[in-house]
């Protein structure tokens, strides 16, 4: 797995959302792009943020699976959803 660095993952690991990581541990996702679209999950992992920012995902519906997704193909549930 590429490198990520400490202080970029601590932020993902404590919540703190930043301008080049949007998303954090545990945020509610659903996949708004590729053959998993419109499923839900939890992020669960901040795999790389170069070339491009992307996560592990745990799905939350079967076929339970965890799933590699960019940044740009997952966007934030509302809490009420």
Known sequence: ???VPDDVT???FTG???ALVRFSIN???VITDGPHKGRKG????????EPCVEFTVELGD???ED???SQ????????NS
Not at 72 to 79: F, G, V
């Open 1 to 3: 797995m590429p490198h």
């Open 10 to 12: 601590q932020d993902f």
């Open 16 to 18: 703190r959302k930043t």
């Open 27 to 29: 945020d509610s996702v």
């Open 42 to 49: 939890s992020v669960v992992v901040l795999r790389s943020i």
């Open 62 to 64: 079967q076929p339970y």
């Open 67 to 69: 799933i590699t997704v």
């Open 72 to 79: 740009d193909s997952i966007m934030l549930l509302a809490e």
